[in-house]
């Protein structure tokens, strides 16, 4: 039997796009809330949902993007996207709060805070390849 099909009903479940557009969706509207009410500078954990929603937002532009390719091979190199985009946005936080200093209040150590934020991105694509391989459609 089909896994789509439940008895005589055929469930409809949604394409990889839709999941895709949703994850995108949700960062920036994430990022954007973050950043209107300038709550990293209010609530110090805020870094966390941004890291492991920009770490899906990756890693479905990436399994989406391999489309062609098999699902293992795409899972692989969106990993390994979501690993190097993580690692240079910290480079980048290093160097910026390097040539500007952030209040103490915000600022980073890499070796903690960059670890949990690298971990915290890779946590949201490792769930966003979970969803997308749940609920894949044989259309996509």
Excluded: C
Aim: zero cysteines; aromatic letters at 12%.
């Amino acid at each position: 039997m089909n896994p789509q099909q439940q008895g005589s009903r055929t469930t409809s479940r949604p394409p990889s796009a839709v999941i895709v557009w949703g994850i995108g969706i949700t960062f920036v509207a994430v990022e954007s809330v973050i950043r209107l009410f300038d709550l990293y500078r209010t609530l110090s954990w805020v870094d966390v949902p941004s890291h492991f929603f920009a770490g899906a937002a990756v890693s479905a532009v990436v399994l989406r993007g391999l489309g062609s390719r098999s699902f293992a091979v795409r899972t692989k190199w969106a990993l390994a996207a979501n690993l190097g985009v993580s690692l240079l946005w910290e480079a980048v936080e290093w160097i910026d709060e390097t040539i500007t200093p952030d209040p103490p209040h915000l600022q980073d150590v890499f070796l903690w805070d960059g670890f949990w934020d690298i971990v915290a991105a890779l946590l949201g694509g490792l769930v966003l390849i979970w969803v997308v391989r749940r609920t894949r459609s044989i259309h996509d």
